[in-house]
Each structure stands twice: as C-alpha cells, then as structure tokens.
C-alpha cells in the first residue's frame, strides 16, 4: 500500500503570499490531519477533517484553512503568509471510527521570506 | 488539558549500549491512548507504537520494548543494542479523543544519536 503523500515537498513563498499544500491518504484512510512543526514551538495540530467536514481544529489563525474532497485527499492553505509561518507541514491519515494510529506523509518545508 | 513530557532533550550513545526514552503525561481523561513515533533526518514520522489507557501489560517488538505505568504516569521506550540506524528523534503523543476526531498532542521529542 502507498504510504500518505504530500506535494509540494519544498516551497519557498515571500511574506503576503498565499500557499496551497496537498494531502492524499493512504487508500481506505477517510481521515487526514495537519500539524506543524517548528523548532520553537515543537509539533502542533492545525486540523482534521473526515467526511469533507472539519472535526478539530488547534489554536491557529483564521490564516490557516483546510478542505477536504470526496476522495479524502486534503489540502490546506495559508494565507498572507508570516515568516513565523516557515515550517515542516505534516499531514497524517489513518482510519476513522476509531483511536486508531496516524500515520504521516514526508512533509512539505515551508520557507518564507 | 493534556500535556507530554520528554526531559531528555539529546541522548548519546554507542552502538550496543541500551538506551531508555522517557515520556510522563498528564491527563484527565480515563480513557486515552499514547504513541511512539521516530523522525528519522528525512522527516518523516514513523508510528511504532499504539497503547491504550487500560492495558498497562510492557511491549517488546524486537529491540524495541516499551513500559507502560500508570501510576506514575509514565510510558518509557527502550531500544536494546542500540545501532546507528536508531539514531532519530522520538516523539511520545497522548491523543486526545472525541466523536469523530483524534488530536495529538506531542512532547517536545528526544534526540537519539547513536555512535558506531
């Protein structure tokens, strides 16, 4: 089975920009995740959506927003982008209905300047 | 709320030495489950381990055991014979559950370097 795969890998944007990250899970997982990771505030949740609806959302700006498709793959974006915003964006799947692990794609390095 | 602790911020070793990765946490929850995951310099997080709040029996996969106590809040890792391939950060996670939805809440990782 193919793990979870995120797109780009590496994004270099300039502060006021917008970004558009993508998420496809692993095939049969209905729930996909955001989080953040930075070296000063560690890793973060941003969101989870299943069935195209939001369920859970962490302390972000409005900025921040994500969308879910029929087909479970996700992308988040950011708006107006920060240099604070420079991150490792990891996105993680697994299956719903239950506590049942993540697992996360290789991330996309934001780098905003 | 929830929250994780990992002490050790960086652990060196040589290859062979046992190594132990501590993790405590605090929640209110009676039931929750706690992770294990490795962040190899690729940065990928790999799930090692899942473990559920109301079984509090040790793990062992291999050179990978983990120890399990509720009373002190504790859920340590130990890798046995430690190689160089171990050498990753490890993240311990409670998740925190709802209808629906899992968050993980993350401790700050331990930095593993193992040396041949």
């Known amino acids: 089975k193919a793990g979870v795969t995120q797109t780009p890998r590496y994004l270099i944007k300039t502060r006021g920009q917008q970004v558009t990250l993508s998420c496809s899970p692993i095939?049969?997982?209905?729930?996909v995740s955001w989080y953040q990771q930075t070296p000063g505030q560690g890793l973060q949740f941003l969101f989870e959506?299943?069935?195209?609806?939001?369920?859970n959302k962490g302390n972000f700006p409005g900025r921040f927003s994500g969308r879910q498709f029929s087909n479970s793959r996700s992308e988040m974006n950011v708006s107006t982008l920060e240099l604070g915003d420079s991150a490792l964006y990891l996105c993680?799947?697994?299956?719903?209905?239950?506590?049942?692990?993540?697992?996360f794609g290789p991330g996309t390095r934001l780098t905003v300047t | 709320a929830q929250k994780v602790t990992q002490a050790q911020t960086e652990i060196s070793v040589v290859e062979k030495e046992d190594v132990t990765l501590d993790c405590v946490y605090e929640?209110?929850?009676?039931?929750?489950?706690l992770f294990w995951y490795k962040q190899p310099p690729s940065g990928e997080l790999v799930f090692l381990i899942r473990?559920?709040?109301?079984?509090?029996q040790n793990e062992i996969s291999g050179r990978y055991s983990w120890n399990f106590q509720k009373s002190t809040s504790s859920f340590n890792f130990t890798i046995t014979a430690s190689q160089v391939v171990d050498s990753a950060v490890y993240f311990c996670?409670?998740?925190?559950?709802?209808?629906?939805?899992?968050?993980?809440?993350f401790g700050t990782g331990t930095r593993l370097l193992v040396s041949p």
């Open positions: 473990r559920n709040s109301f079984d509090e």
């Open positions: 996670a409670l998740s925190e559950e709802g209808t629906g939805f899992q968050k993980l809440v």
């Open positions: 959506y299943f069935s195209e609806t939001q369920r």
């Open positions: 095939s049969g997982h209905r729930s």
């Open positions: 929640t209110r929850d009676t039931t929750y489950y």
């Open positions: 993680a799947s697994r299956i719903a209905g239950g506590p049942y692990e993540q697992y």
